[in-house]
Protein backbone atom coordinates (compact mmCIF):
# COMPACT_ATOMS: atom_id res chain seq x y z
CA UNK A 1 0.00 0.00 0.00
CA UNK A 2 1.25 3.81 -0.54
CA UNK A 3 2.10 6.14 1.79
CA UNK A 4 -0.10 8.99 2.53
CA UNK A 5 1.90 12.59 2.50
CA UNK A 6 -0.60 13.66 4.86
CA UNK A 7 1.00 17.13 5.32
CA UNK A 8 0.52 17.87 1.40
CA UNK A 9 -3.08 17.25 1.72
CA UNK A 10 -3.42 20.08 4.33
CA UNK A 11 -7.02 20.22 6.27
CA UNK A 12 -8.52 17.40 6.36
CA UNK A 13 -12.09 15.98 7.29
CA UNK A 14 -13.70 12.84 7.11
CA UNK A 15 -17.19 12.50 6.38
CA UNK A 16 -18.55 8.60 7.06
CA UNK A 17 -21.72 7.49 5.34
CA UNK A 18 -22.68 4.40 7.94
CA UNK A 19 -24.42 2.29 5.49
CA UNK A 20 -21.89 2.56 3.27
CA UNK A 21 -19.02 1.41 4.90
CA UNK A 22 -21.55 -1.27 6.52
CA UNK A 23 -22.16 -2.81 3.10
CA UNK A 24 -19.46 -1.91 0.20
CA UNK A 25 -16.88 -3.51 2.08
CA UNK A 26 -19.14 -6.56 2.94
CA UNK A 27 -19.75 -6.85 -0.76
CA UNK A 28 -15.78 -7.32 -1.15
CA UNK A 29 -15.52 -9.79 2.04
CA UNK A 30 -13.69 -6.60 3.87
CA UNK A 31 -14.47 -5.91 7.82
CA UNK A 32 -13.99 -2.09 8.83
CA UNK A 33 -14.87 -0.91 12.16
CA UNK A 34 -14.67 2.64 12.90
CA UNK A 35 -11.92 2.56 15.87
CA UNK A 36 -9.02 1.61 13.08
CA UNK A 37 -10.75 3.96 10.83
CA UNK A 38 -10.83 7.04 13.38
CA UNK A 39 -7.10 5.64 14.25
CA UNK A 40 -5.99 5.71 10.58
CA UNK A 41 -7.33 9.42 10.25
CA UNK A 42 -5.64 10.67 13.57
CA UNK A 43 -2.16 9.70 11.66
CA UNK A 44 -2.20 13.21 10.11
CA UNK A 45 -1.21 15.98 12.08
CA UNK A 46 -4.10 17.92 9.73
CA UNK A 47 -7.40 16.41 11.05
CA UNK A 48 -10.01 18.82 11.62
CA UNK A 49 -12.58 16.49 12.39
CA UNK A 50 -14.50 12.93 11.73
CA UNK A 51 -18.17 12.97 11.25
CA UNK A 52 -20.67 10.18 10.59
CA UNK A 53 -24.04 9.81 9.19
CA UNK A 54 -26.64 7.41 9.64
CA UNK A 55 -30.22 6.87 10.00
CA UNK A 56 -31.77 5.07 12.72
CA UNK A 57 -35.43 3.46 13.01
CA UNK A 58 -37.54 4.89 16.18
CA UNK A 59 -38.89 2.66 18.18
CA UNK A 60 -42.32 5.29 18.16
CA UNK A 61 -42.34 4.71 14.60
CA UNK A 62 -41.94 0.83 14.35
CA UNK A 63 -44.46 0.84 16.88
CA UNK A 64 -46.66 2.67 14.38
CA UNK A 65 -46.00 0.73 10.91
CA UNK A 66 -46.59 -2.12 12.84
CA UNK A 67 -49.83 -1.03 14.06
CA UNK A 68 -50.94 0.05 10.54
CA UNK A 69 -48.96 -2.53 8.62
CA UNK A 70 -49.55 -5.85 10.45
CA UNK A 71 -49.83 -7.24 6.91
CA UNK A 72 -46.40 -6.53 5.45
CA UNK A 73 -44.56 -5.44 8.77
CA UNK A 74 -43.82 -8.65 10.77
CA UNK A 75 -43.54 -8.42 14.95
CA UNK A 76 -39.90 -10.32 14.09
CA UNK A 77 -39.23 -7.31 11.91
CA UNK A 78 -40.21 -5.08 14.46
CA UNK A 79 -37.77 -6.82 17.32
CA UNK A 80 -34.71 -7.10 14.44
CA UNK A 81 -35.00 -3.30 13.87
CA UNK A 82 -35.34 -2.64 17.65
CA UNK A 83 -32.67 -4.52 18.31
CA UNK A 84 -30.33 -3.34 15.95
CA UNK A 85 -31.34 0.66 16.73
CA UNK A 86 -29.87 -0.36 20.39
CA UNK A 87 -26.95 -1.72 19.04
CA UNK A 88 -26.56 1.09 16.83
CA UNK A 89 -27.03 3.36 19.78
CA UNK A 90 -24.41 1.97 21.57
CA UNK A 91 -21.82 1.84 19.02
CA UNK A 92 -22.46 5.26 18.28
CA UNK A 93 -21.68 6.69 22.12
CA UNK A 94 -18.95 4.85 21.85
CA UNK A 95 -17.74 6.07 18.44
CA UNK A 96 -18.46 9.81 20.28
CA UNK A 97 -17.23 9.68 23.64
CA UNK A 98 -13.82 6.58 23.17
CA UNK A 99 -12.92 7.66 19.02
CA UNK A 100 -13.65 11.31 19.17
CA UNK A 101 -16.12 10.55 16.10
CA UNK A 102 -19.39 13.58 15.78
CA UNK A 103 -22.75 11.54 15.35
CA UNK A 104 -25.07 12.57 13.15
CA UNK A 105 -28.38 10.86 13.51
CA UNK A 106 -31.98 11.10 11.70
CA UNK A 107 -34.93 8.65 11.86
CA UNK A 108 -34.82 5.74 9.37
CA UNK A 109 -38.24 6.33 7.15
CA UNK A 110 -39.94 2.98 6.41
CA UNK A 111 -41.59 3.33 2.53
CA UNK A 112 -44.90 0.31 2.08
CA UNK A 113 -44.82 -1.06 -0.99
CA UNK A 114 -48.06 -2.45 -1.22
CA UNK A 115 -47.19 -4.66 -4.66
CA UNK A 116 -44.15 -6.16 -3.03
CA UNK A 117 -46.17 -7.04 0.06
CA UNK A 118 -43.23 -5.29 2.33
CA UNK A 119 -41.60 -2.06 3.84
CA UNK A 120 -38.49 -0.53 2.41
CA UNK A 121 -35.97 1.54 4.71
CA UNK A 122 -34.66 5.05 3.31
CA UNK A 123 -31.99 6.33 5.21
CA UNK A 124 -30.99 9.01 2.75
CA UNK A 125 -27.82 10.72 4.82
CA UNK A 126 -26.17 12.02 1.49
CA UNK A 127 -27.79 15.30 1.56
CA UNK A 128 -27.06 15.62 5.15
CA UNK A 129 -23.58 14.91 4.52
CA UNK A 130 -22.95 17.54 1.54
CA UNK A 131 -24.61 20.15 3.55
CA UNK A 132 -22.30 19.72 6.69
CA UNK A 133 -19.25 19.81 4.41
CA UNK A 134 -20.46 22.96 2.79
CA UNK A 135 -21.45 24.60 5.94
CA UNK A 136 -17.77 23.52 6.79
CA UNK A 137 -16.48 25.08 4.29
Given at each position: ???????????????????????????????????????FAR????????????SIP??????????????????????????????????????????????????????????????????????????EVI???
Amino acid sequence: MKTINWQKLGRISVCIDNANLIHSPTKLGWKVGLEKLSLFARQSGNLVDIKLFDSIPLVADLDKLRKFHKDIFTQAEHDLYAKRSLGQNKIFNRAQSDWGITVFTKPLRFIADFEKRQVIPKGDCDIDMVVEVIRKR
